[in-house]
Antibody, heavy 120, light 109 residues
Framework: QLQLQESGPGLVKPSETLSLTCTVSGGSISSNNYYWGWIRQPPGKGLEWIGSIYYSGSTYYIPSLKSRVTISVDTSKNQFSLKLSSVTAADTAVYYC????????????WGQGALVTVSS | EVVLTQSPGTLSLSPGERATLSCRASQSVSSTYLAWYQQTPGQAPRLLIYGASSRATGIPDRFSGSGSGTDFTLTISRLEPEDFAVYYCQQYGSSPLFTFGPGTKVDIK
């Protein structure tokens, strides 16, 4: 059974960089059929896609965050990571990692989510 | 940019009743790339429907999806207690590549 697990600091100071890692188990991140994505959800609000990466390193980002976001992949560790720079309180959210089917471009497996609070 | 609008915002129903949730897109979306998710409090979203009408693995057949173009529907034929949750539609298309609707909350009447 595929499992995804987010890890990283739960508290980040304003203007600093948010860093999260998603560890994939029960399957290979190097599969041809999937991208790997990050989605966030501010408290009490809806879902926002942040960006996605293929095992080769090819990435897509949401334009509104593109200048601040970097997603990378480490196939040797079966992990992919999110970095979001210059954070503000508006970046406080639960951050989810998820697997994306290339055939249907939907998110079929999700991590449990990691709450990241931006506060001094 | 494709904007998804979901209605109603909240649907108050009793167990056993039928729920009909709407997702409308600001421009045409390929049926192949329209999905529905269920989210219960404190949990990650769960994929219900992909390709507008195909149930994901392990999803009961009381959940069904339909629609094309700009109008899509998620139907729950008979609500079970565990179905009271928030439902999101999601599309893949023009920039931004992936967008979610604002969600419909199905709560107990």
């Amino acid at each position: 059974q595929l499992q995804l697990q987010e890890s990283g600091p739960g508290l980040v100071k304003p203007s600093e960089t948010l860093s999260l890692t998603c560890t994939v188990s029960g399957g290979s991140i190097s599969s041809n059929n999937y991208y790997w994505g990050w989605i966030r959800q501010p408290p009490g609000k809806g879902l926002e896609w942040i960006g996605s990466i293929y095992y080769s390193g090819s990435t897509y980002y949401i334009p509104s965050l593109k200048s601040r976001v970097t997603i990378s992949v480490d196939t040797s560790k079966n992990q992919f990571s999110l970095k979001l720079s210059s954070v503000t309180a508006a970046d406080t959210a639960v951050y989810y990692c998820a697997r994306q089917s290339i055939l249907y471009w939907c998110f079929d497996y999700w991590g449990q989510g990691a709450l990241v609070t931006v506060s001094s | 940019e494709v904007v998804l609008t979901q209605s109603p915002g909240t649907l108050s129903l009793s167990p056993g009743e039928r729920a009909t949730l709407s997702c409308r897109a600001s421009q045409s979306v390929s049926s192949t790339y329209l999905a529905w998710y269920q989210q219960t409090p404190g949990q990650a979203p769960r994929l219900l429907i992909y390709g507008a009408s195909s149930r994901a693995t392990g999803i009961p057949d009381r959940f069904s999806g339909s629609g094309s173009g700009t109008d899509f529907t998620l139907t729950i034929s008979r609500l079970e207690p565990e179905d009271f949750a928030v439902y999101y539609c999601q599309q893949y298309g023009s920039s931004p590549l992936f967008t979610f609707g604002p969600g419909t909350k199905v709560d107990i009447k």
